[in-house]
């Protein structure tokens, strides 16, 4: 008796997070289902596309340009080390373009956009916004959810290439002033090894990381409750959750591209 009672909690524990992982999974597919069903909601998926985009571009172009100012400076503490100079425009372009710059963004979203969307959501259900758009016959899942992950996922493989070029911006301003190095020289070294199919992967990782943040934050604004203090947790738990999340994607899909095309 007292064995089963000591593991009663925890398994409370894992079935509660066994029933938030299918639901959360059956709120993604139903994400996934309602963006291509008729009618579209051009308009406001446009607006939350300008909503999540740019006014997160400021944010990702200095972040991005601060991130190539220090791997630049790192790449060169050690490259003169080993008299190889020539390649610190390589490791810069490779390390933003292939590793650093997805996943920075995605982080950089969920901390400003997941907060958003999970606060947004999480008020409008507490104050029962979303209940009277029921009553008005609308969609509240379509027009709510589903325009706001394929905003998500539209933008952050742009907001991506902002980071990335802004990182490179970064890296090239930082070798310009140490080692007087020619813009086009530069850029010819930074982008010589790097052929487009080395671009794909970086992408989709984007679009993936992009359904991850607007699936999570929506799920967790939408069914959010217990008035303010509910909204609260619901902004908090969007930013952490996807952080996490959009970490273990990225171990799990870079595993995945190095087992399918090993090259």
Request: hydrophobic share 50%; charged share 15%.
């Amino acid at each position: 008796m007292l064995s089963n009672r000591a593991s009663h909690p925890t398994t409370t524990h894992v079935t509660n997070f066994l029933g938030s992982v299918g639901d959360l999974s059956l709120f993604g597919v139903r994400a996934i289902r309602d963006s291509f069903r008729p009618p579209f909601e051009f308009k406001e998926i446009v607006t939350q596309i300008s909503e999540v985009g740019w006014r997160t571009g400021p944010l990702v172009i200095v972040s991005g340009f601060a991130i190539g100012i220090v791997i630049s400076l790192q790449t060169r503490a050690q490259m003169v080390r080993f008299g190889a100079q020539a390649m610190i425009p390589q490791t810069v372009s490779l390390g933003i373009f292939n590793d650093v710059g997805p996943l920075f963004t995605a982080l950089l979203v969920s901390g400003r956009v997941g907060a958003g969307i999970g606060a947004e959501l999480g008020g409008m259900r507490v104050t029962e916004q979303i209940d009277a758009l029921e009553a008005l016959a609308v969609d509240s899942f379509k027009y709510l959810v589903a325009t706001r992950v394929v905003a998500c996922v539209v933008a952050l493989p742009i907001l991506t290439l902002l980071l990335d070029f802004s990182g490179l911006a970064g890296g090239m301003a930082a070798d310009l002033l140490a080692l007087h190095m020619s813009i086009p020289l530069f850029l010819h070294d930074a982008f010589s090894p790097m052929t487009w199919v080395e671009y794909v992967p970086p992408i989709l990782d984007t679009l993936v990381f992009g359904f991850i943040i607007g699936t999570l934050s929506c799920y967790l604004g939408y069914n959010a409750e217990r008035g303010a203090l509910g909204v609260g947790r619901a902004s908090t738990r969007s930013v952490v959750f996807s952080s996490l999340l959009v970490i273990l994607a990225e171990v799990i899909l870079v595993k995945s591209v190095q087992f399918w095309f090993p090259g």
